[in-house]
């Protein structure tokens, strides 16, 4: 069991090189997640692989699983313009964030 402080869970919006289709998805390890999102399998037909979703614009840092996960359901739940402009107060050039990922 991890000591209180210690837990790192991450609610993250990814884009395509358009930025025309966004991902809402929740990881312990954000970095390796990203990897596994630009890296995956051949035979891979998720919605990341599919879309070409590769792109980091987004992510909040949570200590509380259940309080990420609660997170990520609200986001999922937002219509598109609310979502761009959460993005647009956290990213406002919608840069690709991938390499600021340590």
């Known amino acids: ?19 025309t289709v966004l991902y809402i998805g929740f990881t312990n390890d954000l970095k390796a997640r990203l990897y596994w999102h630009q890296n995956p399998d051949v035979m891979n037909k998720h919605f990341t692989s ?8 987004y992510y909040e840092h949570f200590q509380d699983v259940e309080i990420a996960i609660a997170r990520e359901k609200q986001l999922k739940g937002w219509t598109r313009l609310k979502k761009e402009n959460l993005i647009k107060d956290f990213n406002p050039d919608w840069k690709f964030l991938n390499k600021e990922i340590e």
């Open 1 to 19: 069991m991890k000591t209180l402080g210690t837990h790192n869970y991450y609610v993250y919006i990814l884009t395509n090189l358009n930025k």
């Open 50 to 57: 599919k879309y070409k979703c590769f792109f980091l614009v």
